[in-house]
């Protein structure tokens, strides 16, 4: 299975789930799984670790992921952009900055948001930095959507869920960092958005994710950076697989010079502070742009536009200063 590393006990869940899925096949088996020992939890995973990962796999899990969490709608259809991590390189974290790019233009985005599995930084840990809630109570997620168009969330567990979270908390430090339970999880999403952004540092299970998005979403999109980033790559080319469509998108496409790699990384004590940076144009230009052609990827899905008119439409809102007006309401209202 690769080296084992250190991952947060949230994503565990999701190994539970698939080995009970073929050690069981029947949600009222459940109590099967989570009293197993850690050292029969970890055997099972070795054991299914070469299980084909289909769109069947796929659909199994997320039918029995969502009996342990509470999930509902928001009155209009909103949207998610998420990347799973694992990342060869520290970037900024663009998904957290993108959002508030997308959601000033009016777009309700409610996006997972979690701690770094990686070592570099992840959504929550720049919303923490901000002081910025991550919820999990449906009311405050809606009037959150109801205010500013955007709400950071993660999934509120019901008890059956959470006694499993517990039961599994001991294998956590014991999982490989890019395994196929984290890249299930992300696609559990408690409000079931129509429109979606999922990145993929390796583009292995690609296929079978577009496969479930076309069947679960209105729009959506994969994501998959050939330098090794689980975002639009602006140094090399992006693969992506849009409803069905699969292509390869370059910078080039829209009139935008490559940047090296090294000008889109950064250390983790900058990455913290590149939410106000981007939002305000204080930011090195090639972080802005890699921001930019990702919240362009989420404008082009939900909007239905072009490569050239969402990244016009995105530049034209952050230099607007709308974004980061929308960062201070969101802070003076905490």
């Not at 999922?198 to 577009?210: F, H, M, N, P, V």
Request: glycine share 6%; with cysteine; proline share 4%.
């Amino acid at each position: 299975m690769g080296p084992l590393a250190d991952l947060p006990w949230e994503y565990i869940p999701k190994t539970a789930f698939f080995i009970w899925m073929y050690y069981n096949n029947t949600m009222n088996e459940f109590s099967k799984i989570y009293m197993k020992s850690t050292d029969a939890i970890l055997d099972a995973i070795r054991e299914i670790s070469d299980k084909p990962f289909d769109l069947d796999l796929i659909n199994k899990f997320s039918e029995a992921e969502y009996h342990l969490f509470e999930s509902f709608h928001y009155k209009r259809d909103v949207l998610d952009l998420s990347g799973i991590g694992g990342s060869l390189y520290n970037t900024a974290n663009v998904g957290t900055i993108s959002a508030f790019i997308i959601a000033s233009l009016g777009i309700p985005v409610v996006k997972l948001s979690f701690p770094s599995y990686s070592g570099s930084v992840g959504s929550a840990d720049v919303l923490n930095s901000y002081g910025i809630p991550i919820r999990m109570e449906r009311e405050e997620i809606k009037k959150d959507l109801d205010r500013f168009n955007l709400s950071f969330i993660q999934r509120k567990y019901t008890k059956e869920g959470l006694v499993r979270n517990e039961k599994l908390k001991k294998i956590a430090l014991k999982m490989p960092k890019y395994s196929v339970f984290r890249v299930l999880g992300l696609l559990c999403h408690p409000m079931e958005p129509k429109y979606r952004i999922y990145g993929l540092s390796k583009d292995e299970y690609a296929q079978s994710i577009s496969s479930y998005l076309s069947k679960n979403t209105s729009h959506y999109m994969v994501v998959y950076g050939t330098s090794g980033l689980d975002e639009v790559d602006i140094s090399k080319e992006t693969k992506i697989w849009e409803d069905q469509n699969n292509y390869i998108f370059k910078p080039e496409d829209i009139g935008m010079a490559r940047r090296e790699i090294r000008d889109i990384t950064t250390d983790k004590k900058e990455n913290i502070s590149l939410l106000e940076a981007v939002l305000s144009g204080k930011a090195h230009q090639p972080i802005v742009e890699l921001v930019l052609i990702n919240a362009a990827a989420t404008i082009k899905i939900y909007k239905t536009m072009s490569w050239i008119e969402s990244y016009d439409l995105a530049k034209m809102e952050l230099k607007s200063k709308r974004p980061l007006g929308l960062l201070g309401k969101i802070k003076q209202a905490l």
